[in-house]
Each structure stands twice: as structure tokens, then as C-alpha cells.
């Protein structure tokens, strides 16, 4: 099982320093096995998911698992990167979720409209944003079969993980 043997890469576009550091911690209370990347606008998701400017010589560019993608960013805001995401065929079918400190109805169907897998309010509270990403890791990397075949998980072995 993926979940188990590799790490599972998440492409983080988000331009506040202080929700980074939240996430960060969110993520390594919920577990171990995560390789977290983060990028500070929708040009340098491109630029990382493209292998470009900074990323063109690195190795590391892991092909990402899930995308969290802020909304209101620098440069290119998320809506514009998801458009672009989306048009892309190569590129379209790495799930994204928005990550958002606000929303509006108008963003919420936009981001649906536009191919988002998901639109959730960013909590602003360590002990919230612990739940957020443990229901983000049960969905995405436990009940879900991600692009590209890979079977994380069935409902059956998280029910039988419960009865033991």
C-alpha cells in the first residue's frame, strides 16, 4: 500500500507564513509519511509542477498526491491556478482542494465549476486544523483511489482496522 510504503506528496500553494507553519504542524500530529511542499503563489505551483526556474534541476519534484490551494495569493490567485490546472492535461487529474481563510458563495461554485475537488474553510486554530487534515488524510489517502491506479486503501481494511 502506497500509504504505508512511500510518502505521499502534497503541494501546498500558500503565501502566509503563519498558515504554513499551521499546516505543518497539523500534518505531523496527524502521522509520519508525508512529503510536504510548499510553494508561496500560483506561479510557482506551475514552476515546481513544471520543473522550472528553481525546480528545473531538482530531483525531488515528486509528482503530487493532493494539491491545497489557497485562493487569495500574489501573482496568480488559486482560482486562475486551478483554470489552469484543470486545462491542462497532464496535469488534471492530481486532485486540488482549496484552502481558504474566506470564501463566497461566487468562489465556492467557481472552484466546483472550475474542477476543485473540495472547498474548505481554513481554520484558524491548531486543534481545528488537526481535524481538518485528519479527515483530509482519511478521504484522500485511506477511502479514495488516487490517479494513476494506486489502491490506498478499501472501506473493508479500515473496517477491519477498527474491529482490532
Known amino acids: 500500500m ?19 507553519l499551521l499546516i505543518k504542524e497539523a500534518f505531523e500530529e496527524n502521522g509520519h509519511g508525508y512529503n510536504l511542499v510548499f510553494v508561496a503563489d500560483g506561479i510557482e505551483l506551475f514552476q515546481y509542477l513544471r520543473n522550472e526556474a528553481a525546480y528545473a534541476k ?22 486562475e491556478a486551478l483554470a489552469e490546472l484543470k486545462a491542462d492535461p ?16 461566487q468562489q465556492v461554485l467557481r472552484t466546483y465549476d472550475l474542477g476543485g475537488a473540495g472547498f474548505i474553510i481554513k481554520p484558524v486554530h491548531t486543534d481545528e486544523m488537526i481535524n481538518v487534515v485528519k479527515v483530509l488524510k482519511q478521504y484522500w489517502f485511506e477511502v479514495v483511489e488516487l490517479s494513476g491506479g494506486e489502491h490506498i486503501r478499501s472501506y473493508k481494511s479500515i473496517d477491519s482496522d477498527k474491529n482490532t
Open 2 to 20: 502506497k500509504f504505508q510504503s512511500q510518502s505521499i506528496t502534497i503541494l501546498i500553494a500558500e503565501d502566509d507564513q503563519d498558515d504554513c
Open 58 to 79: 531538482s530531483t525531488s519534484t515528486a509528482r503530487p498526491d493532493l494539491i491545497l490551494l489557497d485562493l487569495n495569493m500574489p501573482r496568480m490567485d488559486g482560482l
Open 90 to 105: 497532464d496535469l488534471r487529474s492530481i486532485p486540488v482542494v482549496v484552502l481558504t481563510i474566506s470564501s463566497t458563495e
